[in-house]
């Protein structure tokens, strides 16, 4: 690791940052702090009121050939300081008014030859991680954007890239976590009542959401265990599999759909009691689907209104064992709810409030549970094909094994079980959708009446 110091004039720092040479907003930066443009234009008045606003730490990565593959053309990456030298570059593009006027309204530029210390140091990834680290242990750095300011992490890329687009990935962002410039050309989440991806709060989320897809259901999923599975010490390997990682997006996908049918944003209350509630009926059954989706989000706003609401009194003195037999503890049970629908580190009472608001939705919730295995081995279907007498159970026409397939009574996206069924031509099970076979017999029956006719 190397490390110099130099300086630099506000203007040299805006022109590295437009034509690329210098990167303020790399893949491992965290997010602002704070929305709007208030921060930066305190920025630059700061500056402008010869206050200073302290050194700038990059990274030269000019002659690294595995990051100029992932920033072609860079010189350095920001450690510490993006966010200062991001506002310099709106404030001189007309971007942000400082004390009500744009760049252009001021008659005195010598802002721009403003001196700043330009520390430079060339390292690896895992020594920039450390610095980030070290340098902000003293300052207001939570343990999400810790883990976050990993650039090369194949599991932190996974997790940024359904929460923020990069030019360096060329990703799509989860339509839960877009987010859009109001009015005052501030970016505002479409799905949630918070600013973008608060102090990666947003990245937490689909951390959980990793954790309880591999776990199959409300495991723990504290800092203990995001830290662990990305520094490769979960299970001993790396368990993110494509499989895993189609749960996650399913997951997020209902709870995209979820927002949209509730007709308001998420807050983190209504997503965390959420998540318990999907990924228990995910422990029940990996392959649930919704029939109704705007009965369970009746059914749910209901409960969770009940279990956790203000405005109205029905469980305020009721009690519930949280306990065992032998050794119950009773507790309140909108308190008990209250505390531990965040409390993702302890799956033992992530998985008690699930289970007092699936209790509380009641039994038709608008979910089908289906069967894990979807149709019969072919060895099986040549069994049943043979009792069948070679024959289609719609048509009762002779039947080869090759153009068959096993039909299910009641359809598999319905919730139907793989013994309530027989052998089919390949093409009726095409045509006949998700009726039943005894509804699709009927309705080849009324075809051939009316040709009859």
């Given at each position: 690791m190397n490390t110099y110091i130099d300086k630099k004039t506000i203007r040299q720092l805006i022109d590295l940052a437009l034509n690329g040479k210098l990167n303020p907003d790399p893949i491992s930066q965290r997010p602002a702090t704070s929305s709007g443009p208030k921060k930066s234009q305190e920025i630059v008045e700061a500056v402008r009121s010869g206050i200073g606003v302290g050194m700038i730490t990059v990274r030269d990565i000019s002659k690294d050939p595995a990051m100029q593959e992932v920033y072609p053309g860079v010189h350095y990456l920001v450690i510490d300081g993006g966010h200062r030298i991001r506002a310099f570059a709106e404030f001189y593009t007309n971007k942000i008014k400082v004390n009500?006027?744009?760049?252009?309204?001021?008659?005195?530029?010598?802002?721009?030859?403003?001196?700043?210390?330009?520390?430079?140091?060339?390292?690896?990834?895992?020594?920039?991680?450390?610095?980030?680290?070290?340098?902000?242990?003293?300052?207001?750095?939570?343990?999400?954007?810790?883990?976050?300011?990993?650039?090369?992490?194949?599991?932190?890329?996974?997790?940024?890239?359904?929460?923020?687009?990069?030019?360096?990935?060329?990703?799509?962002?989860?339509?839960?976590?877009?987010?859009?410039?109001?009015?005052?050309?501030?970016?505002?989440?479409?799905?949630?009542?918070?600013?973008?991806?608060?102090?990666?709060?947003?990245?937490?989320?689909?951390?959980?959401?990793?954790?309880?897809?591999?776990?199959?259901?409300?495991?723990?999923?504290?800092?203990?265990?995001?830290?662990?599975?990305?520094?490769?010490?979960?299970d001993g390997k790396n368990p993110v599999t494509k499989n895993v990682l189609k749960t996650v997006d399913r997951f997020f996908n209902d709870v995209h759909d979820f927002k949209y049918r509730r007709g308001k944003k998420l807050n983190g209350d209504i997503f965390a009691a959420f998540q318990l509630v999907w990924f228990a009926l995910y422990e029940q059954n990996r392959d649930f689907t919704f029939n109704d989706r705007f009965l369970f989000k009746e059914r749910f706003m209901d409960a969770y209104s009940r279990l956790t609401g203000t405005g109205n009194s029905l469980y305020n003195d009721k009690t519930?064992?949280?306990?065992?037999?032998?050794?119950?503890?009773?507790?309140?049970?909108?308190?008990?709810?209250?505390?531990?629908?965040?409390?993702?580190?302890?799956?033992?009472?992530?998985?008690?409030?699930?289970?007092?608001?699936?209790?509380?939705?009641?039994?038709?919730?608008?979910?089908?549970?289906?069967?894990?295995?979807?149709?019969?081995?072919?060895?099986?279907?040549?069994?049943?094909?043979?009792?069948?007498?070679?024959?289609?159970?719609?048509?009762?026409?002779?039947?080869?094994?090759?153009?068959?397939?096993?039909?299910?009574?009641?359809?598999?996206?319905?919730?139907?079980?793989?013994?309530?069924?027989?052998?089919?031509?390949?093409?009726?099970?095409?045509?006949?959708?998700?009726?039943?076979?005894?509804?699709?017999?009927?309705?080849?029956?009324?075809?051939?009446?009316?040709?009859?006719?």
């Open positions: 009500g006027k744009y760049y252009t309204e001021f008659e005195d530029t010598s802002f721009l030859s403003t001196q700043i210390a330009f520390e430079v140091i060339t390292c690896t990834s895992e020594e920039a991680t450390k610095i980030f680290r070290t340098r902000n242990k003293t300052t207001a750095v939570n343990f999400m954007e810790m883990i976050m300011c990993d650039d090369e992490s194949a599991i932190c890329r996974e997790v940024r890239s359904r929460t923020k687009y990069y030019r360096e990935y060329k990703n799509d962002v989860h339509p839960v976590f877009e987010a859009k410039r109001n009015a005052k050309g501030e970016w505002t989440p479409e799905c949630f009542d918070s600013d973008v991806n608060p102090r990666r709060k947003w990245d937490e989320y689909v951390f959980i959401a990793i954790l309880k897809a591999i776990g199959g259901g409300n495991v723990d999923a504290g800092q203990r265990e995001i830290e662990a599975l990305v520094h490769g010490e979960y519930i064992n949280v306990g065992t037999e032998d050794e119950p503890e009773y507790v309140f049970v909108k308190e008990f709810v209250r505390c531990n629908t965040k409390n993702f580190s302890n799956s033992v009472v992530q998985r008690q409030c699930a289970k007092i608001i699936l209790d509380e939705m009641g039994i038709d919730i608008g979910i089908t549970f289906r069967e894990a295995k979807r149709s019969l081995s072919t060895a099986q279907r040549e069994e049943m094909l043979a009792i069948q007498g070679y024959k289609c159970a719609i048509d009762g026409e002779p039947l080869e094994l090759a153009d068959s397939v096993w039909g299910h009574d009641t359809a598999w996206a319905k919730g139907g079980e793989l013994k309530d069924g027989a052998v089919i031509r390949k093409s009726h099970n095409r045509d006949m959708g998700t009726t039943t076979l005894v509804e699709y017999r009927m309705i080849l029956d009324l075809r051939k009446n009316r040709k009859v006719a």
